[in-house]
């Protein structure tokens, strides 16, 4: 059973920085590739990054290259998102995502959200 649980969100100043963290309590992360998105209020979630179930492929929104990375450590069961010259318009509310290959059909699961909250 997949269940993920974000942690890491707060409130930082522009330019700052912020690591969000992803557990699939689970205990399977190592089957999943993982991602982060976000969504801000009034508009529609958006893709932020993604990465292999090795961790040796990832991908990025246009928005955050170059300033965010994310990465994982399947013993752990956790993935990361490091946050870098953040800017206001960061600010949303930031959701894990693992995708599974099982049996040929691909399942989507999602955590809970945790707040980012960037002040200019």
């Known amino acids: 059973q997949v269940q993920l649980v974000e942690s890491g969100g707060g409130l930082v100043q522009a330019g700052g920085s912020l690591r969000l963290s992803c557990e699939d309590l689970?205990?399977?992360?190592?089957?999943?590739?993982m991602g982060w998105f976000r969504q801000a209020p009034g508009k529609e979630r958006e893709f932020v990054a993604a990465?292999?179930?090795?961790?040796?492929?990832?991908g990025y929104g246009d928005s955050v290259k170059g300033r965010f990375t994310i990465s994982r450590d399947n013993a752990k069961n956790t993935v990361y998102l490091q946050m870098n010259s953040l800017k206001p318009e960061d600010t949303a509310v930031y959701y894990c995502?693992?995708?599974?290959?099982?049996?040929?059909?691909?399942?989507?699961?999602w955590g809970q959200g945790t707040q980012v909250t960037v002040s200019s």
């Open positions: 689970g205990r399977n992360m190592h089957n999943y590739a």
């Open positions: 995502h693992a995708k599974e290959l099982r049996l040929g059909v691909w399942y989507d699961y």
């Open positions: 990465i292999s179930w090795s961790g040796g492929n990832t």
